[in-house]
């Protein structure tokens, strides 16, 4: 008869662990599901060239001008 207390017993406390470790993972589901949404939020809002332009003038970069580039011509000749 103590066999079957002692099963009820730590059948009752395997339950308790079980739904302890359930609500656990629910709660790190629910942080890492609200993190993606932040992270994709954050995705979009730098595919705008707005964004990107002003990220580029925050770290000293700045738009080319014409004098910024030269263009070569190479013929077929000079290639080899």
């Known amino acids: 008869?103590?066999?079957?207390?002692?099963?009820?017993?730590?059948?009752?406390?395997?339950?308790?662990?079980?739904?302890?470790?359930c609500r656990r993972l629910g709660e790190r589901e629910?942080?890492?599901?609200?993190?993606q949404a932040r992270l994709r939020l954050e995705i979009e809002r730098?595919?705008?060239?707005?964004?990107?332009e002003e990220y580029a003038r925050s770290k000293g970069l700045r738009q080319l001008r014409p004098g910024d580039f030269a263009i070569?011509?190479?013929s077929e000749t000079d290639a080899e």
């Open 30 to 35: 629910s942080r890492l599901l609200d993190e």
């Open 1 to 21: 008869m103590s066999l079957f207390v002692i099963l009820y017993v730590w059948q009752n406390i395997e339950v308790v662990k079980t739904g302890i470790e």
């Open 46 to 52: 730098y595919r705008r060239m707005g964004m990107v």
């Open 72 to 74: 070569m011509a190479v």
